[in-house]
């Protein structure tokens, strides 16, 4: 199947799985697990920072930081469809006791500095305590310039926030811009990235920062029950894609743009967003029926309702997109 619905559908290649196989372990709760040791320290050497944390999942990470910037009766800030304030079941909240204040975002994604600063509280018993802005890159795979990022950046500093970046597919970002790792993450106090989803790995998330915030993130990852033990066989997969899977992203971006040509030549197909590894497309004729069609013609790909959002990654080749759209066509052409 070409499966499209996402960048986290990657299996494993046999290189990675090669490096998984022949991994060192130990106790990573006891510290002494040498491949998640080695995985923190690439991370945080190649980004800048003090200090890494390796953590299953990048919501767990997010969590991790904003329990780490933030105590009981303080607040963050997110866009409103940020991913830490919309799409991780509330966590800040629910286990953190962490308001959370939704702002405006422009169309990159980008929360609107004077929303930022219009919603940030001043320091009086009747309020929360505002503390941290998070910033979200890419976000629908679009892709936000240091330059643009310094916008929000600067009113959360003028304002004495701490700053967090969900870099989930940061790397998407990194390349697409072609700048250094440790500029674009320069102004975050903390920065979540995913190794599952572009970079290909299985499982696993990395957050860095100073030796501080991530000593206590490491104490909140313990209570959230993220402390792995022989997690070297995950962190060994991490170490292998950080080594061979982040400048191929440059082709995930090309073959999403020659998925968007494709598709948007289909008369019933609309391009409405094209960014790194992302196309979103509205379809006349979205229905679970058209979804069933593709999926009979060896296309995953979740287009029972428009917009659709199609995601390329390592195991989309050329050839699986000419099939994707010669699919697209015919799965229309029966409506
Ligand atoms: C996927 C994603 C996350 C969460 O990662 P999981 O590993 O699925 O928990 C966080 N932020 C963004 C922007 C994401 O795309």
């Known amino acids: 199947m070409i499966d499209l619905r996402s960048d986290t559908v990657t299996r494993p290649s046999p290189g990675m799985r090669r490096?998984?196989?022949?991994?060192?372990?130990?106790?990573?709760?006891?510290?002494?697990?040498?491949?998640?040791?080695?995985?923190?320290?690439v991370v945080a050497e190649r980004l800048g920072k003090q200090a890494a944390l390796f953590v299953p999942s990048g919501t767990q990470s997010n969590l991790c930081a904003l329990m780490a910037h933030c105590g009981r009766g303080d607040e963050y800030i997110a866009g409103e469809s940020a991913h830490t304030y919309r799409y991780e079941a509330g966590g800040g909240a629910v286990l953190g006791s962490i308001q959370p204040q939704p702002v405006r975002m422009f169309d990159d994604g980008l929360p609107d500095p004077d929303h930022i600063a219009a919603v940030i509280k001043p320091d009086d018993s009747h309020f929360a305590r505002t503390k941290l802005l998070c910033l979200e890159n890419t976000k629908d795979g679009m892709v936000q310039s240091i330059e643009r990022m310094k916008l929000a950046v600067d009113v959360g500093h003028r304002h004495g926030l701490a700053l967090h970046l969900d870099g989930a597919r940061m790397w998407n970002a990194i390349v697409a811009l072609g700048v250094s790792a440790d500029d674009f993450v320069a102004p975050?106090?903390?920065?979540?990235?995913?190794?599952?989803?572009?970079?290909?790995?299985?499982?696993?998330?990395?957050?860095?920062?100073?030796?501080?915030?991530?000593?206590?993130?490491?104490?909140?990852?313990?209570?959230?029950?993220?402390?792995?033990?022989?997690?070297?066989?995950?962190?060994?997969?991490?170490?292998?894609?950080?080594?061979?899977?982040?400048?191929?992203?440059?082709?995930?971006?090309a073959r999403a743009e020659a998925l968007?040509?494709?598709?948007?030549?289909?008369?019933?197909?609309?391009?409405?967003?094209?960014?790194?590894?992302?196309?979103?497309i509205d379809i006349e004729g979205a229905s679970p029926e058209l979804q069933n069609r593709l999926e009979d013609l060896g296309v995953l790909a979740r287009v029972s309702s428009s917009p659709a959002r199609l995601a390329t990654h390592l195991d989309i080749s050329d050839d699986d997109v000419e099939a994707t759209i010669e699919a697209f066509g015919r799965a229309l052409s029966v409506s």
């Open 19 to 41: 490096a998984i196989a022949e991994a060192e372990v130990g106790d990573d709760v006891f510290g002494d697990d040498p491949t998640v040791n080695r995985l923190e320290a």
């Open 188 to 253: 975050f106090d903390t920065v979540s990235m995913c190794l599952s989803k572009g970079l290909g790995t299985p499982v696993g998330s990395v957050l860095s920062g100073s030796s501080e915030l991530i000593a206590e993130a490491r104490r909140v990852r313990k209570m959230l029950g993220g402390g792995l033990r022989q997690a070297g066989m995950l962190a060994a997969a991490g170490l292998y894609a950080l080594d061979h899977n982040i400048d191929r992203l440059a082709d995930d971006h």
């Open 260 to 280: 968007a040509a494709g598709l948007g030549a289909i008369p019933e197909i609309t391009v409405t967003s094209l960014a790194t590894n992302m196309v979103f």
